[in-house]
């Protein structure tokens, strides 16, 4: 007999042998139904492998992350089978998941594969996927698997298997498709019920622009039709909220290839969104006891040696810059943290000034590959919220439950409301990714996890998502079309301090090391931004908003009083504009809802006579006629309903 320990502490009893199915048909049989794979002493298996020691187990569905993974891994197999089935002779490279479904890389000879093929592979796939074949896993020798392919002749399939070790070896194996595999996969075919091929794309094999060009087909699948079609349906919402096409349309940022690919651009109206932003967040800083700094945008390329940045991000990095003197060599900063080190090393610290909490607006540089490259949300220069707080040990859990605080307040003020906070931990599989003694790990991984359960945050946890010097809590907001994205990071750092050698006196008059906590409640501002245009569809929260009301005379006899109305209004800092065109008033209303100004007011003879302002409001139509103070008021009540 084993012992499975299940997630609630629950340990049951089963034959050796038995799989996480069978403790799932133990359970009940609905859940049966559902799961697809496990997690076994923290690997992922299939449901269906045979269990022979006591173990951990985690059941998964369609509805975790796990579960979904091994769906789309498992689509991507039945995706080459069919392809196969229609172009024999296709060789295979890689087919993993991934966030938005799966792909293959493949390589089809002298077919080349347009979209107009994507039915005949869509229909050919669910015909193999309605024959419920298993998923079936086994070991194979490193010689028998170098001659099953080298049958079939697929030389890329070859190369992989020559880089493994005999003994690590796994095929699988559905209907009429063998593929070389590590796994995990659902138990069959059948519980894929919907596919759509959703994309090509040229990917060159490994990565490599030297190798073989193979074609990427992308995909995804659904255990039920409607689950597709309403997919399908948030893509096109997603496609109208793409803030690549709302940030060009509302003037916010641009880009100019004589500048450089990666590096946006803030127009006037943009501009004015991110210092709000910025300024809302240095108030908040400035109620919690932080001090703003500026450091250059370089640094000599010692400082990133001695941080171990330029060990891990050297190859991410711009290009060393060579100065006239022989030798010498600075860096575009790829980040702030040890310019804001050097800050504290700069004189002696008593135990009696810390905690030490530094802010900067910083602009930070990578260089990313051209093709990863994407609007706001993946730049090569952009500007972090950062901020660096020095402590004893003994201050650590406060000062994180107050950068706790802090972070949550601004998840509140921008409407992010539904969110997980995530507690990213080294891999302990593979240490050699980062710096720092066991012991320092140690303790800042416990200051994470204790400090997030004094304060009730609901956390996951995830292996290997640490930074490299230390390990973070990073919140995962839910935006309005229900999209996951990383946003604020706040990290623990046992090992800059040491590398720094940065010291305080204690009341002991002994020196010791400080602790740092990096912070960065946006991440960045250009990512953000990307993030809040999306969120939003480009209808910004009012006190964000650029130009928060258009004053539309009916003709340009009112165009003074309009003036007149503007001015008062700047005098309650409502701000906005006159559309003194001599366009109808119906189209300068059409171009007001196309700019999304939130509160358009027109005036025309009546308005004139009585003093007062025909309000209409963004998306809603007519709200009445105020007078200017009305409108104040009015106004006034919006911004607070806002919070």
């Known amino acids: 007999m084993i012992n499975i320990t299940l997630p609630d502490g629950t340990v049951r009893q089963y034959d050796a042998g038995s799989s996480a199915m069978d403790v799932a048909m133990s359970i009940s049989e609905g859940l049966a139904r559902n799961v697809l794979s496990a997690t076994v002493n923290g690997e992922v298996w299939d449901a269906t492998r045979p269990i022979h020691n006591d173990a951990n187990l985690t059941l998964h569905t369609w509805n975790d992350k796990e579960g979904k993974s091994t769906f789309w891994h498992s689509s991507a197999h039945i995706l080459a089978e069919a392809i196969e089935a229609l172009y024999p002779g296709t060789k295979f490279g890689y087919g993993p998941a991934i966030d938005t479904g799966f792909y293959y890389d493949i390589d089809t000879g002298d077919k080349t594969l347009t979209p107009d093929d994507f039915k005949k592979i869509e229909d050919k796939f669910l015909e193999l996927a309605r024959q419920k074949n298993t998923f079936e896993r086994t070991e194979v020798s490193k010689a028998d698997a170098l001659q099953y392919f080298t049958e079939k002749g697929d030389e890329y399939k070859i190369e992989t298997i020559n880089e493994l070790e005999d003994g690590e070896i796994t095929f699988y194996k559905q209907g009429n498709f063998t593929d070389l595999c590590r796994g995990p996969h659902i138990p069959s075919t059948a519980p894929i019920k919907a596919v759509k091929v959703m994309s090509l794309a040229g990917a060159y094999w490994k990565g490599d622009d030297t190798r073989q060009q193979l074609t990427r087909v992308y995909g995804v699948t659904f255990p039920k039709a409607k689950e597709l079609k309403e997919y399908l349906h948030l893509l096109e919402e997603a496609k109208k909220r793409d803030h690549r096409k709302l940030g060009a349309e509302l003037e916010l940022f641009m880009f100019s290839e004589k500048v450089g690919a990666g590096l946006p651009i803030w127009l006037p109206k943009g501009t004015q969104i991110r210092e709000r932003l910025q300024n809302f967040l240095k108030d908040e800083q400035e109620k919690r006891g932080y001090q703003m700094v500026a450091t250059p945008h370089i640094g000599h390329k010692n400082l990133y040696v001695t941080s171990g940045h330029y060990d891990k991000y050297g190859e991410d990095s711009f290009q060393p810059i060579n100065t006239p003197r022989e030798g010498e060599e600075f860096l575009l900063k790829p980040m702030n943290c040890p310019h804001h080190c050097e800050i504290f090393a700069h004189k002696p610290h008593s135990y009696k000034e810390l905690p030490m909490r530094i802010a900067e607006f910083g602009t930070v540089y990578r260089y990313e590959q051209s093709g990863e490259l994407h609007g706001l949300s993946r730049v090569r220069g952009f500007t972090q919220d950062d901020a660096h707080i020095f402590c004893m040990p003994s201050q650590l859990k406060e000062e994180f439950l107050n950068v706790l605080d802090l972070t949550k307040t601004v998840l509140k003020k921008m409407g992010f409301d539904d969110y997980t906070a995530q507690i990213s931990l080294r891999d302990p599989e593979n240490p050699s990714k980062y710096i720092g003694s066991d012991e320092n790990w140690e303790a800042a991984e416990s200051a994470i996890i204790e400090a997030t359960a004094e304060s009730g945050l609901e956390t996951v946890t995830a292996l290997g998502e640490a930074a490299f010097y230390g390990p973070k809590l990073d919140f995962m907001i839910k935006d309005a079309l229900g999209r996951s994205w990383q946003l604020g990071t706040i990290q623990v750092d046992y090992n800059l301090p040491e590398r720094f050698e940065l010291e305080y006196t204690g009341s002991d008059n002994a020196p010791h090391r400080p602790v740092m906590i990096h912070r960065a409640p946006f991440g960045s501002m ?91 409001k963004q998306g809603d139509g007519d709200v009445g006629s105020m007078s200017v103070e009305e409108f104040v008021s009015y106004f006034e009540g919006l911004v607070e309903a806002e919070g």
């Open 526 to 616: 250009e990512r953000f931004m990307s993030i809040l245009i999306e969120h939003t569809a480009g209808k910004f929260p009012l006190w964000l908003t650029p130009d928060q009301f258009a004053l539309l005379p009916i003709s340009d006899k009112y165009n003074d009083l309009c003036e007149d109305i503007k001015l008062q209004l700047a005098k309650h800092d409502i701000r906005g504009f006159v559309d003194s065109r001599a366009e109808s008033i119906g189209r300068k209303i059409r171009d007001t809802e196309v700019n999304k100004i939130p509160l358009m007011m027109i005036v025309g003879d009546k308005e004139a006579e009585s003093n007062t302002v025909s309000v209409r």
